[in-house]
């Protein structure tokens, strides 16, 4: 009974983490902040962001210099037989022909851009609230108001301001989770179509639980 109660609780944690991390993530892009939301998450770790870039630089240098030599055995690798090899994340990913593309794309331009996003997130303090809205309850209505630069904007701006917020957040949710599928599904596909991979429970982590990170990080920077 205790063993279980403790792994009910890790599981609660761990997943209270998570939701906090996403709403942090959230949080931090979007101009539109409530006063109680900037109380909340004001002191939030800078780790919720240098873990990102963290896992991102690993992948890309592991998934690209550590497949490869855990397959081949070859140290250091050459240019050559890194563009050549089979066995790098990318190209178990992907067709032969898209190699050269993805690697350039995914593996180098977009690697470094996700990085450095992340680590501009985490380095750099909030947007001043002149250049923010900010929700607020009116003291004697019952709408909400949207502040900038020390401006109460009217009932019509506001609810114009907030119906594009809205549109705009479902319609990169519903890109999302239309994208994410789609692209997840492409790469599986060709991991068991070329069928390179390693039999190890380490591959199996990788694929099953850093990949989807990956590209959900990857998403959420652009």
């Not at 592991?62 to 994340?89: C, D, I, K, N, V």
């Not at 709408?143 to 594009?164: A, D, F, G, M, P």
């Not at 997840?184 to 199996?204: H, I, M, P, T």
């Amino acid at each position: 009974m205790f063993i279980l109660y403790y792994i009910k609780n890790c599981f609660k944690l761990f997943f209270n983490f998570l939701s906090f991390h996403v709403q942090t993530l959230v949080y931090k892009i979007d101009l539109i902040k409530k006063p109680e939301d900037i109380k909340q998450f004001k002191n939030a770790s800078k780790l919720h962001f240098l873990f990102p870039a963290a896992l991102t630089l690993f992948i890309a240098l592991y998934g690209t210099f550590g497949l490869h030599y855990r397959a081949t055995g070859e140290w250091p690798p050459t240019f050559e037989s890194l563009s050549t090899s089979p066995y790098t994340f990318i190209h178990q990913a992907v067709p032969n022909s898209m190699w050269q593309q993805f690697d350039f794309i995914l593996g180098f331009c977009d690697t470094i851009a996700t990085v450095a996003f992340f680590l501009v997130l985490a380095f750099t303090d909030e947007i001043k609230k002149q250049f923010c809205y900010i929700l607020k309850n009116n003291l004697y209505t019952s709408n909400l108001k949207l502040i900038i630069n020390c401006h109460v904007l009217s009932n019509e701006e506001t609810e114009t301001i907030l119906r594009l917020r809205a549109f705009v957040r479902m319609t990169v949710g519903c890109l999302a989770l239309c994208f994410t599928p789609s692209l997840a599904g492409f790469f599986y596909f060709n991991l068991v179509k070329n069928n390179v991979y390693e039999r190890s429970a380490w591959s199996l982590f990788q694929w099953a639980v850093l990949m989807p990170l990956y590209m959900l990080y990857y998403l959420y920077c652009k």
